[in-house]
Every structure is written in C-alpha cells, then in structure tokens.
C-alpha cells in the first residue's frame, strides 16, 4: 500500500500518475538599491506592467473561453486606478521600484481577502500579478518545466502561471493552499487536469497518483494500487456501457468535498457512503462557523436529491492537530476519533447542529451521519443520544478497532446505532500492531485471517441484528477483497469515484 495518502479537495474527475515536480512560485523579495527618484521609478514600473499586460493578452489568445476570461480580467486589473495610485503613493514616500509594486499589490490583494471566502480565492491573482511585475522589474527568468511528464507539486499556482503549463508536459497538480473555486481550480477543470488542493508532505521524485475523483494523493504507491489505478484510467472512458443495476451491493463514493459531487455522480455512485469533512477545519485558526457549515453540507446534500449520503463527524488525526482543540491524555486511542472530540463537545455539537439544519433544507436527500473510531459501547450510546437530540434520525459509528468487535460490546453497540461502517485501514493496522507512521498497509494485509475474521463477525452481528453494514475503507475499491466482503453479507462498499468503473466490471464477472 501507499507510504502516504494524502487528502484534499479533488478538481475534476480524472486521474494522473507520475513523478512529483516540486516548484516554489514566483515570490520576489523587492531589494533597495533603486534609489533613482520617484519619476524614473514610475517609468520602469510602467514598463513592467505593460510587459506583463502583453504576456496576458497573448495567453488569453491561446487559451479555451474561460480562461481567457480569467486572463482578461488579470490583465484589465493592472490597470486599475487604485492600484497605480498606491503604487505611486509609495514612490512619493521614497520607496524603490520594486517595494512600491510590493506594497500596492499586497494592500489590494489584503482588501479583497478581507471581503470574504469567494474573495480572497481571487485575492491570489492579484498577489501573483505583483511577484510578475516585481519578477520583469528585476529581470529574473522564469522556472524552466521538466519535458517529461510531471504532477506539479505546490504550494499555489496562479493563473499566470497555469497558462504558461498548458503548453508543459505536466499531467497533474497538487497544491497545498487553494480551494476548489479558485481561478487555478476554475482552469485545471477546464483543462481536463487531474487536481488536489488542500495536500502537502510530498517530495520531489516522489511517484504520486492524483485521484481528483476523491481528492487523494497516494504517495509511493506500491505496485498492486499502481496497477488498480491504470487500469482505471483505460477503463474510465468507457463509463456510460457501466450499471450498478442488479449488483448484490449498494456502491458508495468517499468524499472530501462537496466539489467532489458531480465527480462521484458521473462514475456511477448511488450515493455517499464516507463523506470526510475533516478539509472544513485542517488550516483554520479556529472552528468553521456554523453558516460556513450549513452551507458546505447543503452543496452536498443538494447533489445527491433521492440518494443516501453518510457523513463522518470530524476525525482528528494527530499527524495534523488543529489549534483551536484541547488534546485529550495518553493513550492507544488518545486525541483520535470521537475521544478526541468528546474533549471537545462544542466544536462536535456545532457540527450536529450545522447538519441537522442542512437535512432539514433538503428532505428528499437521506442523511446518515456517523462517529469515527468508536472504541466502547458507552461512546457509542453518547453519540447517537447527541445527534438525536438534534433531529437526526439515521446516526451510526464507525468499528475502527479490535476492541469492539468483541462480541458483547459489538452486540451493546448494535443495540444503539442504525448502521455501522467498517473502515478496513484503521482496523487493519491496531488488529496486526502495525506502525502507522511508518508502515505501509498493504492490500493483502486486509485479507489476512485475524483481520478477516473480525470483519466477517461485524457483518454477521449486523445482519442478525437487522442492521445495514458497509465498508468504506480501501480495501473496498480492490476487487478480490471487495468479493470476500459481499460473500461476508456487506450491504455497501464505499470507495474512491475512479475505482468504481473497474470494480464494477470485476463484479459483473
């Protein structure tokens, strides 16, 4: 299995496999040794922009309408009267050519962002317009783009510079900042480029595979997921001769998104079955509000009108601590899952209440909502009275580990939830003592005998019990795994977009 998988916001619904290519945008340091008077600054400037307006004109006429759009409106900005007006004020002031374009374009790029979310995406364009007037000022050239095919790793990439890859080799784009209705997301979905925003920890040479279907980037994957993923990409193509019509499970798709809905519908899911809204809060000073919330999981839930969509309350992951929480004592299990957030209740109750309401706003749409790594049959109980209490009507636990699939807890637990979801990953490492920093999980490692036999016992009580069972770890998108479960009595498999069409095949036959 993968040393790493990453999770982001997907773009677009393709798929690339290739060697990360690590590149740093343009971010100019201004220098002070222009000290030539105010006039002559503003000369140089002047030229500079109107070297960078050339450069837009002649990309926005290679490019497809909506870029072109983006490209003509970067380019009308550099010659807004504010703007010049600020860079001219710092002239007076004495500062240098370079510092004057600095300033002016980080105060506009600073207003705009102060007006919003929608904002401050298109905050970015400004700030990468200032680093290519700053980058003609001081006749710095330009990064040259590896010839062979590449997935650009970094940290943004601006509209600029996504014009100047279109004529690249690159195959795939990962960002660490960005969202996915910015004007780079806008451009990479247009381009048909498989994209991630929202993922980091990757590093140069590194072979990574793109899957903008469920926003992951598995880093180093090993040969079998290598495998699993071209055969993917052949067999995408042929995604409409595809049904899930008569196949002895329901199909689920795992999100990390509500961009990542339209993706999951054109691959043929009947639903949601893993929705993660962990991406809502990694980055943020403090919790999203409730508004924020109510309308990520609206965009969601409007997708999927007469679909089931099962969402998984925040999971938090020590590899990536949010400030705004109160970590919890040692432990096997401290500071993950609903232990975690118990330490936190607020943050979880805002959460429930930013569903319910969602729910609420679209009825035709049924919402499941569940705990991650449930680890007793109290925590069980306290999450679904909780999330009751707010309305929701179908509320479930993940079993993510050995200790509750001991038959009298998964028995107490059964007793309490609706449904249950069994992810295989977590499972699979603390039932084997598995090192989850630093092993990788292979596919194998699911269908050994110890973790099987845990597996087959959850779904077994969950039919006895008469109550849906599903799976939604990896292991779920590998066929010869996915055909054990069946057999077990699973009612549902949850995986990435892209791997429905090939395990879909694999049933059929």
């Known amino acids: 299995m993968s040393e790493r998988v990453l999770v982001g916001a997907g773009v677009g619904t393709g798929i690339a496999i290739g060697r990360a290519f690590k590149y740093a945008s343009a971010k100019y340091v201004p220098w002070d040794s222009d000290k030539a008077g105010s006039a002559r600054g503003l000369m140089a400037i002047s030229a500079a922009i109107a070297q960078v307006e050339k450069d837009l004109g002649q990309s926005a006429k290679n490019a497809d309408p909506e870029a072109a759009s983006i490209l003509e409106a970067m380019k009308l900005t550099l010659s807004d009267a504010s703007l ?124 990574v595979i793109v899957d903008s279907s469920s926003g992951q980037v598995l880093v180093n994957p090993d040969q079998a997921e290598l495998k699993q993923y071209r055969e993917a990409v052949t067999k995408s193509s042929q995604l409409d001769q595809l049904s899930t019509v008569g196949l002895p499970v329901d199909l689920y798709a795992n999100l990390g998104s509500s961009s990542e809905a339209e993706s999951a519908l054109a691959f043929g899911a009947q639903g949601v079955g893993l929705f993660r809204t962990e991406l809502l809060f990694l980055g943020e000073k403090q919790a999203p509000s409730l508004e924020k919330q109510i309308l990520e999981y609206s965009r969601l839930l409007s997708a999927f009108p007469s679909k089931r969509v099962i969402v998984r309350v925040l999971d938090l992951d020590t590899d990536k601590p949010l400030p705004f929480l109160t970590l919890t004592e040692s432990g096997k299990y401290a500071n ?18 930013a569903l319910a309401e969602s729910s609420r706003r679209y009825l035709e749409t049924e919402l499941w909502v569940m705990a991650p790594m449930i680890t007793s049959s109290k925590h ?54 598995l090192d989850r920093v630093n092993s990788a999980i292979a596919l194998s490692d699911v269908r050994k005998p110890e973790v099987l036999g845990l597996i087959e016992r959850v779904v077994s009580s969950s039919r006895e019990a008469s109550k ?39 049933l059929r036959n």
Request: hydrophobic share 45%; glycine share 8%.
């Open 468 to 506: 849906p069972v599903g799976i939604c770890g990896e292991a779920a998108g590998d066929p010869e795994s996915a055909k054990l479960f069946i057999e077990y009595g699973v009612t549902s498999l949850s995986l990435s977009p892209a791997l429905l069409p090939s395990l879909v095949r694999a």
């Open 336 to 353: 993950r899952g609903f232990q975690a957030l118990l330490a936190n209740i607020e943050v979880l109750e805002t959460q429930l209440e």
């Open 84 to 207: 010049l007006a600020g860079i001219k004020e710092r002239l007076a002031d004495g500062a240098n050519s370079q510092r004057a374009v600095s300033g002016a374009f980080a105060g506009a790029a600073k207003a705009l962002a102060s007006l919003g979310e929608y904002f401050a995406a298109r905050a970015t364009d400004i700030e990468e317009l200032g680093n290519r007037v700053i980058q003609v000022l001081s006749g710095e050239g330009q990064v040259d783009f590896p010839t062979e095919p590449f997935i650009l790793v970094a940290d943004s990439v601006g509209p600029l510079e996504m014009s100047r890859l279109a004529n690249s080799s690159i195959v795939g784009l990962i960002t660490s900042t960005g969202s996915a209705t910015s004007h780079t997301a806008i451009l990479a979905r247009a381009a048909n480029l498989p994209t991630v925003v929202g993922s980091e920890f990757i590093q140069p040479e590194d072979q």
């Open 380 to 433: 069980a109980k306290a999450f679904v009275d909780l999330a009751k209490s707010y309305g929701l009507k179908n509320v479930g636990v993940m079993i993510e580990v050995p200790e509750v699939c001991q038959q009298e807890v998964l028995d107490e637990i059964l007793e309490t939830v609706d449904f249950v979801s069994i992810g295989t990953n977590d499972l699979t490492q603390y039932t084997l003592n």
